[in-house]
């Protein structure tokens, strides 16, 4: 069974950065480097959406609220995924998710809070 494991969020004010970081434990390391993995947000009474994605061969995409804005990055030795936001902005606060799929396999971390105050 794969854990993912956020960190790094936190309160930050607008116009700053934060990185997460997402850690896949218990996955085996083809498990990982085939995977496609994405950060999600989510804000209280909103569905969870897209923010960021990487596949297997390395291509992303985002979504149109945070390109230019946010970095998705990975590091298949380390089976973790990395984002990195840098001008933040207050509507960028919610719960961001980190998400891991291979083939069916769908998996989710915990979630970790992102604050940005104006």
């Known amino acids: 069974q794969v854990q993912l494991v956020e960190s790094g969020g936190g309160l930050v004010q607008a116009g700053g950065s934060l990185r997460l970081s997402c850690a896949a434990s218990a996955a085996s390391g083809s498990t990982f480097r085939f995977a496609t993995m994405g950060w999600y947000r989510q804000t209280p009474g909103n569905q969870r959406e897209l923010v960021a994605e990487?596949?297997?061969?390395?291509?992303?995409n985002y979504a149109d609220s945070v390109k230019g804005r946010f970095t998705i990055s990975r590091d298949n030795a380390k089976n973790t995924v990395y984002l990195q936001m840098d001008n933040l902005k207050p509507e960028d606060t919610a719960v961001y998710y980190c998400?891991?799929?291979?083939?069916?396999?769908?998996?989710w971390g915990q979630g970790t809070q992102v604050t940005v105050s104006s």
């Open positions: 990487i596949a297997s061969g390395f291509s992303s």
């Open positions: 998400k891991l799929r291979i083939l069916s396999r769908i998996y």
